[in-house]
């Protein structure tokens, strides 16, 4: 353990060329493996749903800079490379979760895959969200980072509005049972 905090140490006093990028491999390998430490924490699914759903729309974003940078685009490639990175969550049932849909609003699909994709949404809008409001601002940031900052805000406020408010039922699929009459007898 200390060698690994004499090692962040002596990286952080390295000074180089920094590189503003809000979308960084740590930041993306950080939530590819969130699912399996957040249940044993015993957060809800549907909570981490919206940050895979994120990043996954964060992977369609490098996958289109990639694409274009090559010049390999064709008509609608953003869509298409867009959901196809959406389409990944599919790895997420095989070993982790059990598709298991229901009823949600007017869809009927499993709540894992709602708030997956609302989570998707969120980070899309965020983008658009955050490019308007430097437009209207003269083509300038209103703060150091807003970039990065705003994403990460509106993404959040929906894990904690979905947390307190939830629209869907995911702990049925992690196993945690909520306790209702229903469940402990007596119980009121």
Same mark, same amino acid.
């Given at each position: 353990?200390?060698?690994?905090?004499?090692?962040?140490?002596?990286? +952080?006093?390295? !000074?180089?060329?920094? $590189?503003?990028?809000?979308?960084?491999?740590?930041? @993306?390998?950080?939530? #590819?493996?969130? &699912?399996?430490?957040?249940?044993?924490?015993?957060?809800?699914?549907?909570?981490?749903?919206?940050?895979?759903?994120?990043?996954?729309?964060?992977?369609?974003?490098?996958?289109?800079?990639?694409?274009?940078?090559?010049?390999?685009?064709?008509?609608?490639?953003?869509?298409?490379?867009?959901?196809?990175?959406?389409?990944?969550?599919?790895?997420?049932?095989?070993?982790?979760?059990?598709? +298991?849909?229901? !009823?949600?609003?007017? $869809?009927?699909?499993?709540?894992?895959?709602?708030? @997956?994709?609302?989570? #998707?949404?969120? &980070?899309?809008?965020?983008?658009?969200?955050?490019?308007?409001?430097?437009?209207?601002?003269?083509?300038?940031?209103?703060?150091?980072?807003?970039?990065?900052?705003?994403?990460?805000?509106?993404?959040?406020?929906?894990?904690?509005?979905?947390?307190?408010?939830?629209?869907?039922?995911?702990?049925?699929?992690?196993?945690?049972?909520?306790?209702?009459?229903d469940v402990v007898p007596g119980f009121d």
């Amino acid at each position: 353990m200390k060698l690994l905090l004499w090692t962040f140490a002596l990286m +952080t006093a390295i !000074v180089g060329k920094a $590189f503003a990028n809000p979308a960084c491999a740590v930041c @993306t390998v950080a939530i #590819a493996g969130s &699912l399996t430490i957040a249940r044993k924490l015993g957060v809800d699914d549907c909570v981490v749903g919206v940050w895979v759903g994120a990043m996954l729309a964060m992977i369609g974003y490098w996958t289109i800079r990639f694409v274009e940078k090559r010049k390999w685009t064709f008509k609608g490639y953003k869509v298409f490379w867009m959901a196809f990175s959406l389409s990944l969550v599919g790895f997420i049932y095989i070993k982790d979760l059990t598709y +298991t849909p229901d !009823v949600i609003g007017i $869809f009927y699909m499993d709540s894992f895959l709602f708030t @997956t994709l609302l989570g #998707a949404a969120v &980070l899309i809008f965020s983008m658009h969200f955050y490019a308007w409001m430097k437009e209207k601002n003269g083509g300038h940031a209103h703060f150091p980072f807003e970039k990065v900052v705003v994403p990460i805000v509106l993404v959040l406020a929906t894990s904690v509005l979905i947390a307190y408010y939830p629209i869907c039922n995911c702990a049925r699929t992690s196993g945690v049972v909520p306790v209702t009459a229903d469940v402990v007898p007596g119980f009121d």
